[in-house]
T-cell receptor, first 116, second 117 residues
Framework: GAVVSQHPSRVICKSGTSVKIECRSLDFQATTMFWYRQFPKQSLMLMATSNEGSKATYEQGVEKDKFLINHASLTLSTLTVTSAHPEDSSFYIC????????????FGPGTRLTVT | AQKVTQAQTEISVVEKEDVTLDCVYE???????LFWYKQPPSGELVFLIRRNSFDEQNEISGRYSWNFQKSTSSFNFTITASQVVDSAVYFC??????????????FGQGTTLQVKP
């Protein structure tokens, strides 16, 4: 089956620093990757849609200058949380959509970010 | 606007009981896809099923079964003879298929299932 990895799985950083999270599709190519955010005991909220070679499309209310997304290749998308604050602490999950096939998205294991 | 409602926040059952998780959706699209995902304590989402709007056939996979009814905009999920390993948060999700075919998923709030031994 299709595998998506995320790195790191957990990260703790100090307030004001930036953190980069990588999302990789390991055995398939993905023109589209999605970034979700999940607060404790809540649902997943889509942050942005990332298309290879073009600018990401952000959902309403998501600060594009704070959450920088780069989809440089068909197997890698990165999310950088800039100038992180404690309220950015959350579980960040990416998913990758296969090129062929209908609508399957494969999710990464998630990255737990804690900002102190 | 698209919306997915999982009215049951938490369900607790004893092992071997059957349990049904409800999912009601709203969409203006005539073509759409419905999904169920399982999120165990580890956090990783596990894909369970995808159903398109033109296929109302119910599906059974082992102890899992799904009942899709367009007339009531529901896509309910039943676990038969539940096991402790079924304990997790279950999410129902909707994907539009309008112009652009973005593939965006709209998730319900999730139902936490606890299966006690």
């Amino acid at each position: 089956g299709a595998v998506v990895s995320q790195h790191p799985s957990r990260v703790i950083c100090k307030s004001g620093t930036s953190v980069k999270i990588e999302c990789r599709s390991l055995d398939f190519q993905a023109t589209t990757m999605f970034w979700y955010r999940q607060f404790p005991k809540q649902s997943l909220m889509l942050m942005a849609t990332s298309n290879e070679g073009s600018k990401a499309t952000y959902e309403q209310g998501v600060e594009k200058d704070k959450f920088l997304i780069n989809h440089a290749s068909l197997t890698l998308s990165t999310l950088t949380v800039t100038s992180a604050h404690p309220e950015d602490s959350s579980f960040y999950i990416c998913s990758a959509r296969v090129i062929q096939g209908a609508y399957e998205q494969y999710f990464g294991p998630g990255t737990r970010l804690t900002v102190t | 606007a698209q919306k997915v409602t999982q009215a049951q926040t938490e369900i607790s059952v004893v092992e071997k009981e059957d349990v049904t998780l409800d999912c009601v959706y709203e969409t203006r699209d005539t073509t759409y896809y419905l999904f169920w995902y399982k999120q165990p304590p580890s956090g990783e989402l596990v894909f369970l099923i995808r159903r398109n709007s033109f296929d109302e056939q119910n599906e059974i996979s082992g102890r899992y079964s799904w009942n899709f009814q367009k007339s009531t905009s529901s896509f309910n999920f039943t676990i038969t003879a539940s096991q402790v390993v079924d304990s997790a948060v279950y999410f129902c999700a909707l994907s539009e298929d309008g112009s652009g075919n973005t593939g965006k998923l709209i998730f319900g709030q999730g139902t936490t299932l606890q299966v006690k031994p």
